[in-house]
């Protein structure tokens, strides 16, 4: 809860400054979210070296990333490892139940 509360605080403070980083001020169709905030797949796939395509399937649940990709997207995002794969691991527990229904 806290760091939820920590990262909204980070992403007002660089959207006040012009500094999105992977956070997207105006979303579109590279844009994905995560924990409530906006994310442009494009910028983070470039720091990360993977195709925006990859890292769609990752956000959605339809692919799980290597640990080294997960380490890269955790600093990036400015959350803990540990959360980054519970986001993914409930994201992709929903589609599978959605499949199976």
């Not at 983070?44 to 990333?65: D, E, K, M, T």
């Amino acid at each position: 809860m806290r760091n939820d509360y920590i990262r909204q605080l980070v992403y007002n403070r660089n959207m006040r400054a012009g500094l999105t980083g992977v956070y997207e001020a105006n979303p579109n169709r590279q844009t994905t979210s995560f924990a409530g905030l906006p994310i442009n797949l494009s910028a983070l796939s470039r720091i990360a070296g993977v195709s925006p395509s990859h890292l769609s399937r990752v956000f959605s649940g339809q692919a799980v990333p290597s640990l080294p990709l997960a380490r890269k997207l955790s600093i990036e995002l400015g959350v803990t490892l540990d959360s980054l794969l519970k986001q993914f691991d409930s994201r992709s527990r929903s589609l599978y139940k959605d499949a199976a229904a």
